[in-house]
């Protein structure tokens, strides 16, 4: 679906997680002159939402979804902020939910890739559009270069491209966006449980060398997968990232510049300042020409 000039009149529509990723769409939406109107996921969603015109919803209210957004007249959606996939226990059910109870159930089953194509479908079939949050606010993503007082030595980038290579060979599989790799060695790759998880499994292994010698070493690497849908599900890292990694015991960061959002960026670089860790924005193809 293409936007419209008389589109971008309408208010931007945001379905919000957990997080300040959603607010900082919106107030950077509004300062554009462009309103917008914010669909918060109930008990996920920051209650600094209510700022701004907004309804909450919870998971399986699909007609209230979208007979509020019809209301506001959206016509662009941003998803944006954390979230899980839906259980069935913590659905509420409406009849917009028991109407397409097949598709909600699909999304339980099959791959990350399948599920995000599936919700884009479906949103887009109702009439509104999806847009990347990298499209409304492009600066949430990581710039190419370093951007801590710290920068990667050689040993590190060694690591961040087999990272990369890694995290290419996961992606075409459709399992994950992360990997671990210290002085050569692939620790650990992130698959379901996420990237906290993934690191808080580096901590045990990376024992041998924090620890034992006193010093960094290793990479976390974070890039989205081939042909990943960016507009609804754009990896993304932010101090919480940080602390894992220094916890961890790991040297740096390495993201993808222009396709890995960075959540509260100034705290987030901040926070890698204080912990002595790297933080760079790479361009994959380029490291491994």
């Excluded at 107030?27 to 309103?35: A, E, F, L, M, Q």
Aim: aromatic fraction near 4%; include cysteine; hydrophobic fraction near 45%.
């Amino acid at each position: 679906m293409m936007t419209t000039p008389d589109d971008i009149l309408s208010p931007l529509g945001i379905l919000a997680g957990s997080g300040s990723l959603p607010l900082h769409i919106a107030k950077r939406t509004v300062t554009t002159g462009r309103p917008v109107f914010i669909c918060g996921i109930a008990g996920t969603a920051e209650e600094e939402i209510a700022e701004f015109p907004h309804c909450w919803v919870k998971w399986g209210q699909i007609n209230k979804l979208f007979k509020e957004l019809h209301q506001a007249e959206v016509k662009d959606l941003v998803l944006i902020g954390g979230a899980k996939r839906p259980k069935l226990e913590n659905l509420a059910f409406d009849f917009g939910l028991i109407r397409n109870l097949p598709f909600v159930l699909s999304l339980t089953m099959g791959g990350d890739d399948e599920m995000l194509s599936s919700i884009v479908k479906f949103v887009e079939d109702r009439g509104i559009s999806i847009v990347g949050a990298h499209q409304v606010a492009p600066e949430l993503t990581a710039a190419t270069g370093v951007m801590t007082t710290k920068s990667p030595n050689k040993t590190d980038l060694e690591d961040i491209k087999k990272g990369i290579r890694t995290v290419i060979d996961l992606g075409t599989m459709d399992i994950g966006q992360g990997a671990v790799v210290a002085r050569g060695y692939v620790l650990c790759v992130e698959a379901a449980e996420g990237t906290d998880q993934m690191l808080n499994r580096a901590e045990g292994l990376r024992q041998w060398g924090s620890k034992w010698l006193g010093r960094r070493f290793g990479v976390l690497v974070k890039l989205p997968k081939p042909n990943q849908e960016l507009r609804i599900d754009m990896p993304a890292i932010g101090p919480r990232t940080v602390e894992l990694v220094a916890k961890a015991g790991l040297n740096g960061i390495a993201i993808e510049a222009g396709k890995v959002l960075i959540s509260d960026q100034e705290k987030t670089i901040a926070a890698a300042n204080d912990a002595g860790i790297f933080i760079i924005g790479i361009e994959p193809a380029a490291l491994l020409s």
